[in-house]
């Protein structure tokens, strides 16, 4: 078992910047992924982001060059750095992490872009 817990979401301007920040309740080294996804209203949960135990990231191609994932294992936390954003990053914002045998998901937090 893992409680994961996001913060550093907000209102932020068009154009502006934010980092998210997931933190695990034990270690996060036996992860093989941490991932990030958002769910905007009316749609479906979209994956975002997610960066493997060895650093490899992947990224959805709507945040590919404005979006870095990372992961702090010493720490037991993820990191989302959203730059340049656009009013259709708008959305609850869920941390993911994926074990062999389960996913385990944060509560989310809320990130809203409007001028």
């Known amino acids: 078992q893992v409680q994961l817990v996001e913060s550093g979401g907000g209102l932020v301007q068009p154009g502006g910047s934010l980092r998210l920040s997931c933190a695990a309740s034990?270690?996060?080294?036996?992860?093989?992924?941490m991932g990030w996804f958002r769910q905007a209203p009316g749609k479906q949960r979209e994956f975002v982001a997610r960066v493997s135990s060895g650093g490899t990231t992947h990224y959805a191609e709507s945040v590919k060059a404005r979006f870095t994932i990372s992961r702090d294992n010493a720490k037991n936390t993820v990191y989302l750095q959203m730059n340049s954003l656009k009013p259709e990053d708008t959305a609850v914002y869920y941390c993911e992490a994926m074990s062999i045998t389960t996913n385990y998901w944060g509560q989310g937090t809320q990130v809203t872009v409007s001028s």
């Open positions: 034990r270690s996060i080294v036996s992860f093989s992924d």
